[in-house]
Nanobody, 127 residues
């Protein structure tokens, strides 16, 4: 298990950008695929970005964020990032960092595959 702590959320106007960070503890961070999820009030938790165990791994984005969000990781620093550009009001949600101890391609992963979660950080996009 790894422990995860997100930061970088906040209030931004539509069209703006935010960068979320996720700090992971544990010596086996580079054995985990990492993901970002979000959950808006009254909605299911949505998988918005994923990356395999190394920085050059395959990434995953749903159509709702493709071309606007970019996930990256720095295994030397035990960090994962989510760069969010061209933000829209519908991006408003609590964003969670998550870890999955697997070598499966990140495109095959689902929410149930992620066993470690952060506490979440609020992102609010005003129109």
């Amino acid at each position: 298990q790894v422990q995860l702590v997100e930061s970088g959320g906040g209030l931004v106007q539509a069209g703006g950008s935010l960068r979320l960070s996720c700090a992971a503890s544990g010596r086996t961070f580079n054995m985990y695929a990492m993901g970002w999820f979000r959950q808006a009030p009254g909605k299911e938790r949505e998988f918005v970005a994923g990356i395999g165990w190394w920085s050059g791994s395959t990434t995953y984005y749903p159509d709702s964020v493709k071309g606007r969000f970019t996930i990256s990781r720095d295994n030397a620093k035990n960090m994962v990032y989510l760069q969010m550009n061209s933000l829209k009001p519908e991006d408003t949600a609590v964003y969670y960092c998550a870890a999955a101890q697997t070598v499966a391609p990140v495109t095959n992963l689902r929410r149930a595959d992620f066993g470690s979660w952060g506490q979440g950080t609020q992102v609010t996009v005003s129109s």
